[in-house]
């Protein structure tokens, strides 16, 4: 018989757990691979930052704008938008930018004085050679029509040649002291502009900063004529005859100069000095750029930007148009950047009928109409507006329902209607060809702005088209200016900083900057109405002092919610914000149907840090820096509100360092009910002994130490405030091992780590409106992590994300004859699904609003709430739950009566038990990332099956689940630029790469000195500034399909994939830029025009500046070489050359490996063959004594 020993039976357990332990990790199988994973910036929308440059192809069509920090952005006709940036050295502003007509080329100068040139026809633009210039600074270029030979202009007042095709420097060379006078003794200064004759190549104009002006003759190589302008000159313009050109200058005058010898110019004039009361000419600002273009019907076209009135009032911002002696002075909303006119005939020397003006400004892109009178501008199609008022939070998804996109365009349709101030010819930049190829899915992208609009944008097919647009400032009051905000959002109190949209059921929650939570619901038609608001303070216990000589201390036992009319909401709030009264229209789209407005101690406004909301359990809920708060939007009631400590019940394994803000005084507030009868309710205190307050404030104190990122270094200790940074409504298991009970839960992350649950008690459906809802607390952290939560997410049994619960959206309009509820949508994974639903008894609590809340409810207080774990909530009677509520240990949110639900029903969604206990389909996991963390929980079983932490010095900026084609992964933007994906559920490292500094996305933080404290190591981590980490959150997205965005600048938006697949078909979704197009003939000179002048005279540039000019000074540029234009367009760009070439090199590298296997095997014979000499010579020599040898 075996002995039994104590030994035996631990091995036998460890035996039995073990292979179940491998068993369990091994269940789900994972289908991602690191394969499956590239990292590809994609399409880039908006206008570019700080424009600095601006280009025109007049046959292509095509516009080229360069910003300050070097990247170069090519426009077309709608769908036609290629972006690209100059790496290394040249990652700087781009100065000059210029197009070889035509060609399929682009010249750029960088302010590192380098000039590039870009090939355009391919979908990628791609530098192809650069010079950079070491000696002098590079400050105007020059390039005519159908020349190769390239004119630069430098600071030390030479001008240079380039060769575009070879990029080589030519060795003729215009100096400085050459081109001025001889009797001239000072510097001229820079070169500010150049310009050859239309009519005689041979004559190049050049104009010098001092205001001298050179008419070279290239042949001669000398000057032909020089002038000298009163002022600095700013620009140049010949007229197409080229018998006189036109001069701008810093005095705001233009002046006339013929071709001939003169002192003067032939005519000057200031078009916007105003004659004063002595009779002088005011002084007026620079004319920065001046141009002349004619049309057949002898019309000329004076157009110069600046030249306004230097006094204060005065029009700024302004581009003119002088044609005949009408002025037209167009007034622009932003600063003039540059402009150019749009021809039909690209040669200078022929009318060239100019046709639009297009302008770049500081912030916009816009084109005026010539051919049209008042001069109009065109309508963009391009998304421009991105930034009309700054993005404060962005969101982006995918996969939405495919009536989501044509809903959202037909109401913003029908809300704004096209200005009649726009012209009606066709946008003329046209350049490109684009056929749309969008993904099978669709794509919104919601902005959240600071003047708190949002828009919808539809980014499908690489494009991104506005849909519509929905102004929250509609709802308020204009705030009073002499009102005194102490809260830091106060100048912009209507920003929005988060967004949540239910796509099924088309509800909208949307948080503002001073607390304000709207909810907004989509409607076909037009309706009018009143908000309803909910006035709801966070509070907690309130101590005046601990150790005074008071013997008694007051504090507020429940959370008062003020629910109101916007009639009443003037009368009542404290709050800045205030929504207006009366019935107010509402257009088609998302309709207001809830205001809530939100308020810390001492009546404060409140950040809200987190956004959710659940359309088949009808509750939405919000998080603020202080606690947390669910609205019932059925019945349109608070049901708690309640700070983060109450959240813990008797188990807060924080130690709180207690506070003394000021006592709150006795105030009668006002509640309503929806009976027509007003009650008015009083905050009922209660009066505790000493000894009793300091055995709460023991209960308080213990636990152990936790450190939380603090958003300022002066509260670094444990008094701020713990905030909700995370929510999510999921049907979950209630206790440990308990996985026969399926209940609606609210699962909550704060910011110091813990992660906590509410158990929700739903009604039968067809009671849901007058029936309570019943909010349990479970009291103590389910988890913990290090850091701020950022995300969770939830896992079936096969790895698979599951969606939440909705309740669909149905057409009011259709469905208000005959209205029958629906059951409640679900996109939850099929193998979560359970078979027998089982009511929850928990339903013997219950409080009222109205009397009962005051009397009964209230007597329990928040210390009585906290012990029971129990919140009930108020009926539309407000009589029957006063006295349970009281027993039960008090309500933690005493709220008002229900009022009368929205049109949508909502499904009472309650426990239920799942058969098949024993199957994996009873398996849930929980995916919870922080700062520091990422844990994958199982939830029934209440243990950590995965995990994964970083490094002291780096942390998480945005974390989120996302879904591929192959199963589910974990998407993290890290600190130190990295982006890094994980499998899941083992957490395993499938991507990470070098992406995107964070350094790049501080234009959004308020830190001018940094994104990270100067203070590294507080408590063993690295202490973050919280507002600099948290904006920056809001603006990078993460979605499904393996997409995401974020803002690349104030106005541009950057979408990214990390999905090998979407790269692999991303070319396909862009536009071409170069087209086939003729090239309008050159004018000949004919035999009249060549016998008495005025034809074109040619010159053959190739024998001026070629090999017969001689060798150019090494030093004065470097060239970095590269293919010439004819080796770049030969080379293939389609997949099939790429696989012959690689085929190609696959050939030669098997040659090469032929030829070393030969040479190794050349090397073993040799090798050999000395083997066998030394032995040879080791016989020769062996018997042999040494002086034998």
């Known amino acids: 018989m075996k002995k039994f020993t104590f030994k035996g039976v631990l091995d036998g357990f460890r035996q039995s757990v073990q292979p179940q332990a491998t068993r369990q990790e091994q269940e789900i199988q994972e289908q991602l691979k690191a394969d499956h994973f590239t990292l590809k910036k994609t399409f880039r929308h908006g206008f570019p930052y700080s424009p600095t440059s601006f280009a025109f192809d007049p046959v292509q069509k095509l516009l080229a704008i360069g910003d300050k920090s070097g990247y170069i952005r090519l426009l077309g006709r709608p769908g036609v938008d290629a972006h690209a940036k100059h790496e290394g050295e040249s990652e700087c502003a781009v100065l000059f930018a210029q197009f070889l007509v035509n060609e399929g080329a682009l010249v750029t100068v960088t302010a590192d004085d380098t000039i590039h040139l870009w090939n355009i026809r391919q979908k990628t633009p791609r530098i192809v050679q650069s010079l950079k210039f070491q000696r002098e600074r590079v400050t105007c270029i020059h390039l005519p029509v159908g020349s190769k030979w390239l004119y630069v202009g430098t600071e030390k007042g030479n001008i240079h040649v380039v060769q575009i095709d070879t990029f080589a420097l030519s060795g003729y060379i215009i100096n400085w002291n050459k081109a001025i006078e001889v009797v001239r003794t000072s510097h001229p200064g820079a070169v500010i502009a150049l310009c050859d004759n239309p009519l005689d190549a041979n ?357 008062q919610v003020q629910k109101t009319e916007s009639s009443e909401s003037d009368k009542t709030t404290e709050c800045s914000l205030k929504v207006r009264f009366g019935a107010q229209r509402k257009p088609p789209g998302f309709q207001s149907q809830l205001v809530c407005l939100t308020t810390g101690p001492n009546r404060r406004n409140v950040q809200v840090t987190s956004l959710c909301i659940s359309s088949s359990y009808g509750l939405m809920a919000y998080g603020t820096e202080y606690g947390l708060v669910i609205i019932d939007i059925i019945q349109k009631i608070c049901l708690l509100s309640v700070a983060c400590p109450d959240l813990y019940g008797a188990h807060d394994p924080y130690s709180r360092t207690p506070k003394s803000p000021k006592r709150i005084e006795n105030k009668e507030e006002q509640s309503r009910s929806p009976s027509s009868d007003q009650k008015n309710v009083l905050s009922n205190k209660k009066r505790v002994k000493k000894t009793d307050l300091l055995q709460i404030l023991k209960n308080k104190l213990d636990g152990t130490f936790s450190r939380s990122r603090s958003s300022s270094m002066s509260s670094i200790d444990m008094s701020s405030s713990e905030s909700v940074t995370c929510l999510a409504f999921i049907e979950s298991y209630a206790k440990r091992n308990d996985i026969l009970t399926l209940v609606p839960t609210l699962w909550i992350g704060t910011s110091f780590g813990s992660i906590l649950t509410l158990f929700i008690t739903m009604p039968e459906r067809d009671v849901r409106k007058s029936q309570p809802v019943l909010i349990t607390i479970n009291g103590g952290p389910v988890v913990r992590l290090k850091g701020s939560i950022t995300s969770m997410s939830f896992l079936d049994s096969y790895g698979s994300i599951i969606p939440y619960t909705f309740e669909t959206w149905r057409d009011e309009k259709r469905d208000n004859k005959d209205r029958t509820p629906t059951k409640s949508s679900s996109r939850t994974s099929p193998t979560f699904t359970p078979t027998t639903a089982n009511t929850i008894s928990n339903t013997s609590v219950a409080g009222g609003m ?340």
């Open 203 to 559: 004559k190049l104009l050049i104009a010098f900063e001092c205001g001298l002006l050179v008419l070279w003759d290239l042949k001669a190589k000398c000057a032909e004529l020089r002038w000298q302008a009163a002022e600095a000159v700013k620009s140049l313009a010949w007229h197409y005859e080229g018998k006189y050109f036109v001069s701008s200058h810093t005095d705001g005058s233009i002046c006339s100069w013929p071709t001939k010898p003169q002192a003067k110019p032939q005519s000057q004039v200031c078009p916007h000095a105003k004659i004063n009361k002595d009779g002088n000419a005011e002084k007026c600002k620079p004319i920065y750029k001046v141009d002349l273009k004619s049309s057949v019907t002898g019309e000329t076209f004076t157009i110069f930007s600046g030249g306004m009135p230097s006094e204060k009032g005065s029009k700024s911002n302004c581009i003119t148009v002088m044609v005949g002696k009408a002025t037209t002075v167009l007034e622009m909303e932003h600063a003039v950047c540059d402009f150019i006119t749009l021809c039909e005939n690209p040669w200078p020397c022929e009318t060239q009928e100019p046709y639009a003006i297009a302008v770049l400004l500081q912030y916009d892109l816009v084109l005026i109409d010539l051919l049209t009178p008042g001069f109009p501008c065109f309508e963009s199609p391009y998304p421009m507006d991105l930034h009309e008022s700054p993005v404060t939070c962005c969101t982006y998804l995918t996969d939405c329902p495919s009536d989501l996109v044509p809903a959202f365009y037909s109401v913003g349709r029908t809300t704004t209607s096209k200005k009649s101030c726009f012209s009606e010819r066709e946008w003329p930049i046209s350049g490109g060809e684009w056929s749309p190829a969008s993904c099978s899915y669709s794509e919104i992208v919601i902005t959240g702005h600071q003047d708190g609009s949002l828009k919808f944008w539809d980014s499908g097919a690489g494009t991104l088209q506005i849909l519509y647009k929905l102004k929250t400032a509609k709802m308020f009051e204009k705030p009073r200016s002499h009102v005194a905000h102490s809260h830091p959002e106060s100048d912009n109190p209507l920003a929005v900083h988060l967004i949540f949209l239910c796509s099924e059921s088309r509800r909208l929650c949307v948080a503002g900057a001073m607390g304000q939570v709207m909810l907004f619901k989509f409607r076909k038609v037009e309706s009018t109405s009143e908000v309803l608001v909910l006035e709801i303070p966070i509070l907690y216990e309130n101590f005046d002092d601990i150790y005074g000589t008071s013997p008694e201390c007051d504090f507020l036992t429940g959370h």
């Open 850 to 1189: 109205a009397g009962g809340a005051a009397a009964g409810g209230a007597a329990g207080g928040a210390a009585g709430g906290a012990a029971s774990g129990t919140i009930a909530v108020g009926t539309p009677s407000g009589t029957a739950g006063g006295a349970a509520g009281g027993a039960a240990g008090g309500s933690g949110a005493a709220t008002g009566g229900g009022m009368s639900s929205s049109s949508a029903s909502s499904s009472g969604i309650s426990g239920s038990v799942s058969t098949g206990l024993e199957t994996l389909t009873d398996r849930q996991y929980i995916v919870i990332a922080s700062e520091k963390q990422t844990k994958v929980f199982d939830v029934a079983n209440q243990c950590c099956i995965n995990r994964i932490q970083l490094s002291e010095m780096d942390f998480a900026v945005k974390a989120e689940t996302i879904t591929m084609k192959d199963g589910s992964c974990l998407a993290t933007y890290l600190s130190n630029g990295h982006l890094m994906v994980h499998s899941l559920p083992s957490l395993k490292l499938l991507l990470d790469t070098d992406f995107l500094p964070l350094m790049e996305l501080s234009f959004q933080t308020k830190c001018k000195q940094g994104i990270v404290d100067p203070m590294l190591s507080i408590w063993g981590q690295q202490i973050i500034v919280h507002e600099d980490t948290t904006q920056i959150s809001k603006i990078f997205c993460f979605s499904h399909k393996g997409h995401g965005l974020y803002m690349a600048s104030p106005t541009e938006i950057q979408k990214f994939t990390i999905s090998s697949e979407f790269c692999q078909f991303i070319l396909e979704m862009m536009g071409e830029l170069y087209t086939v197009h003729e090239m309008p003939e050159q004018p000949k000179e004919g035999f009249f025009k060549g016998l008495f002048g005025g034809g074109a005279k040619l010159l053959d540039r190739e024998e001026l500046f070629g090999e017969q000019s001689g060798k150019a000074n090494r030093s004065v540029a470097r060239h970095i070489p590269g293919p010439t234009l004819d080796q770049l367009g030969q080379r293939a760009s389609t997949a099939a050359s790429e696989i012959s070439r690689a085929h190609q090199l696959a050939m030669e590298r098997g040659d090469k490996l032929n030829l070393l296997e030969e040479r190794a095997e050349r090397m073993a014979n040799t090798a050999q063959d000395f083997s066998g000499t030394a032995h040879q010579l080791m016989l020769k020599y062996k018997d042999k004594k040494w002086y034998q040898l």
